[in-house]
């Protein structure tokens, strides 16, 4: 028998932030714990949320304890500030059980942050670098209208597709893919 990965879609409400909050580019309603499960973590286990935004308001939880957010804007107060295209912050001696990231999409997505189009990470840039962070066995989970194609060489490690989902939220909305990658021995 032959590894299909898991393909799915996931028709979610519209984002539904704290206090009422709207923020350009949240996770759709319910998009969080259907992500985490597909990342293979439990609610203690420490994700990083790279490109973070205001990830942990989002109403509906899968958002745990011990996850971290890392974005270049530190008005929206991430537990690191530094830009993704160039590093990312390290966990332990082995690495993040997993990596959940989400950047601006395009260009002119990335003109609605303080960072601008002149800081907008690449999809393949920045997967190989989440999958440098993530742990032996650890999953990076990457939502971007790209379907990203992880490195050939990742030194002693392969990578492994894990699953494939199409998320939109509601009708005249673009449909983005939800992409899981695990790190692994060959």
């Not at 879609?9 to 923020?23: C, E, H, M, Q, S």
């Not at 894990?162 to 992409?179: K, L, P, W």
Request: charged letters at 25%.
């Amino acid at each position: 028998m032959t590894y299909r990965p898991i393909c799915d879609t996931w028709l979610l409400a519209r984002p539904k932030l704290k206090n009422g909050a709207r923020y350009y580019g949240s996770f759709p309603s319910g998009f969080l714990p259907r992500a985490r499960a597909l990342l293979g973590v439990g609610p203690d286990d420490a994700v990083l949320h790279v490109c973070s935004g205001r990830a942990g308001e989002h109403l509906f939880g899968g958002f745990g304890r011990n996850d971290r957010t890392v974005d270049i804007d530190r008005r929206l107060k991430p537990d690191f500030v530094m830009d993704v295209r160039e590093e990312l912050p390290p966990y332990g001696r082995t690495g993040w059980p997993a990596i959940l990231a989400d950047p601006p999409y395009t260009e002119d997505d990335a003109d609605h942050y303080t960072s601008g189009r002149e800081r907008l990470p690449q999809a393949g840039p920045l997967l190989a670098r989440c999958l440098q962070y993530v742990r032996p066995g650890g999953r990076v989970g990457f939502l971007h209208y790209v379907f990203p194609r992880p490195p050939r060489n990742l030194l002693a490690y392969t990578v492994r597709l894990v699953a494939v989902v199409g998320v939109i939220a509601g009708y005249d909305n673009r449909m983005r893919a939800f992409s899981v990658f695990e790190k692994v021995k060959p």
